[in-house]
């Protein structure tokens, strides 16, 4: 809810520069009107940027304490490899092949000032990838190697990507890479992912999943 609300306001401000930006580049007079159009411009642009900062934000979802952000279902095909039924936290199921004997998920995750917390903005995140990976280095380095990229949505602005290499020093907002830890697939296992303030953690939920973990432990 708060990262919709951030949405909406992002854009209710691009709206607003952009009538201001309308306004002073249809008006008369030249040095005021070359002024007025180089102004409208930069509020033209300025629109634009919060506008693809409003969709890429629109794309996060918030974290609250221990969450349920995944269900996985492995199904064998053959040796090394399996189909994944994934379906997240709003009921959206998506079917992925992964190849080895481990599987790993991975989120972005937008952590804020804790100041922000007394406004209601808790740290948002967003599904980046699974893949898969084999125990051997050997297979590791030379075998077919799964990587699916979870972020479908194409955004011209990528506000995480910005944050992570250039935002540092920022206190304000930081961008960071959770991982659950690479666990093993079986035929018919069932796995939950679950998104603390600390990263992913992965659980089994059924006997062919508990039992995997166990003879890979």
């Known amino acids: 809810m708060t990262y919709l609300l951030l949405t909406i306001a992002a854009v209710v401000v ?3 520069i952009f009538v201001i930006a309308a306004r002073l580049l249809f008006r008369n007079r030249w040095f005021l009107a070359w002024l007025r159009g180089m ?3 930069v509020l033209l642009v300025l629109a634009g940027i919060l506008g693809f900062i409003a969709l890429d934000l629109y794309g996060y979802k ?5 969450k349920h952000i995944a269900t996985l279902t492995f199904h064998a095909k053959g040796n090394q490899h399996y189909t994944v039924d994934l379906v997240d936290n709003l009921g959206v199921e998506a079917h992925y092949e992964l ?3 481990l599987w790993q998920l991975d989120a972005r995750l937008l952590r804020w000032h804790p100041n922000t917390i007394r406004f209601g903005i808790k740290p948002g995140y967003k599904l980046e990838r699974l893949s898969g990976r084999y125990i051997s280095i050997e297979q590791e380095q030379q075998a077919k190697r799964t990587v699916h990229g979870l972020n479908q949505r194409y955004e011209y602005i ?3 990507a910005w944050l992570h290499q250039y935002g540092e020093g920022l206190d304000l907002v930081s961008a960071q890479y959770g991982s659950a830890t690479y666990m093993p697939m079986a035929d018919n296992a069932l796995f939950a992912v679950y998104l603390s303030t600390s990263g992913l953690v992965a659980k089994p939920l ?3 999943a508990q039992a995997t973990v166990s003879q890979w432990q």
């Open 39 to 41: 102004t409208g411009m």
């Open 158 to 160: 990528d506000l995480w």
């Open 62 to 66: 918030q974290l609250t304490s221990d």
């Open 206 to 208: 059924n006997e062919p």
């Open 99 to 101: 190849y080895g004997d």
């Open 14 to 16: 691009a709206i607003i």
